[in-house]
């Protein structure tokens, strides 16, 4: 195998894939890099066995073939090289690969292709495409909402539900919920349910962009990502999501319109006196109005006063201001509608029919 190529571009290949590499991991191929050499193009491939990542790089080899290279010693090897000069990669029979770029040469031992795990093939698989700058708007407005509990672990992911008419994505924690939704046509006879898990979640946030299409293939236990130069297939989080439906509230007719910039920099300073033992925030509404306040034992007080459009009962809820901000930062809306029904019933935040955030009060 043969190739040369920039720096730039063999880093940026190396960065797309390294987040699946287990350093950790008893069997050492997992550390390592799979570089492929094919005809047209180079391949880079590497996976931790729950996920894998390839990312494919437009360079054209002069010798076709392939080598595991230890991930982190590669990588630093490239990064310290020159910007400007061109890097030239070769291995011999015995595994060895040469590094050279201008007058720095670097040998390091591989280990050869057939011992490194194969990733599933997904060509004959259910799919489902969508614009790029969709998925990863759907997945910013529902991640946070993910638990981290590991005890938990059907909750430590999204629950993605395929219709023929919709696809719709799910994150809970058990004290909010957080669901989107696309209006899609997809085969009548198309209908899954599946969960993905954190670590795919954050990688498709690292890899998704604002142009072109991504393809979805799934199986009963994985999940295949196909965006052209970059691929991800991970497995899937086994078991049942909780029935998610019915902790939504009807929509109230009552709404709080507040302007997103001022709820959420009012929040942020209210947040400031709370502490572990005493995280709720208090919240009260009346006409054209909203109170955001929070009193701390031993060390003060604070109260921030925004204008609102507003003509229902007044009342007071206490929320965790962590759960409200998380959304406020994700969402480009200029003004936020709230509802609130009951002092001990869940906030709700909708942006049209599409998006539904459900936050459970907190004493105060």
């Known amino acids: 195998m043969k190739f040369a190529t920039t720096k730039d571009i063999l880093l940026k290949g190396i960065q797309s894939v390294q987040s699946a590499i287990n350093t950790k991991s008893s069997l050492p191929i997992l550390s390592n890099i799979l570089v492929e050499a094919t005809a047209d193009n180079l391949i880079l491939t590497t996976t931790d066995l729950d996920i894998g990542i390839v990312s494919t790089i437009p360079v054209k080899p002069s010798i076709a073939g392939a080598i595991t290279i230890p ?4 990588s630093d090897i490239i990064k310290e090289l020159p910007d400007s000069e061109a890097i030239s990669i070769s291995v011999k029979k015995n595994n060895l690969v040469t590094i050279d770029c201008e007058k720095s040469s670097f040998k390091i031992m591989g280990l050869p292709k057939e011992e490194f795990p194969q990733l599933p093939e997904f060509k004959d698989k259910d799919s489902v495409t969508l614009q790029q700058k969709k998925l990863r708007a759907m997945l ?16 430590n992911g999204i629950l993605v539900v395929i219709k023929p008419t919709f696809i719709r994505l799910v994150a809970t924690d058990g004290r909010r919920l957080a669901m989107m939704e696309d209006k899609i046509q997809l085969p009548k006879t198309l209908e899954r349910k599946f969960i993905i898990p954190t670590k795919t979640i954050n990688e498709l946030d690292r890899t998704l962009g604002d142009d072109g299409e991504v393809k979805i293939f799934f199986s009963d236990n994985q999940i295949f990502f196909d965006t052209g130069s970059t691929r991800i297939v991970s497995r899937l989080i086994e078991g049942e999501f909780p029935n998610y439906e019915q902790v939504i509230p009807k929509e109230s007719k009552d709404k709080i319109a507040v302007p997103r910039a001022k709820f959420l920099a009012a929040i942020k300073r209210v947040a400031l006196f709370t502490n572990p033992e005493s995280m709720a925030v208090k919240v009260d509404v009346a006409r054209d109005k909203v109170v955001l306040s929070k009193s701390a034992p031993y060390l003060g007080e604070a109260r921030v006063e925004i204008e609102a459009d507003y003509k229902g009962k007044e009342m007071s809820v206490g929320f965790n201001p962590d759960y409200l901000t998380d959304h406020l930062k994700c969402t480009d809306q200029e003004t936020i509608y709230l509802e609130l029904v009951d002092p001990d019933k869940p906030g709700v935040i909708r942006i049209g029919s599409e998006y539904v955030y459900v936050v459970l009060p907190m004493q105060i």
Request: hydrophobic fraction near 40%; avoid cysteine.
């Open 71 to 74: 991930a982190k010693k590669f």
């Open 140 to 155: 910013k407005l529902t991640s946070f909402a993910i638990s981290h509990d590991e005890t938990r672990y059907v909750l």
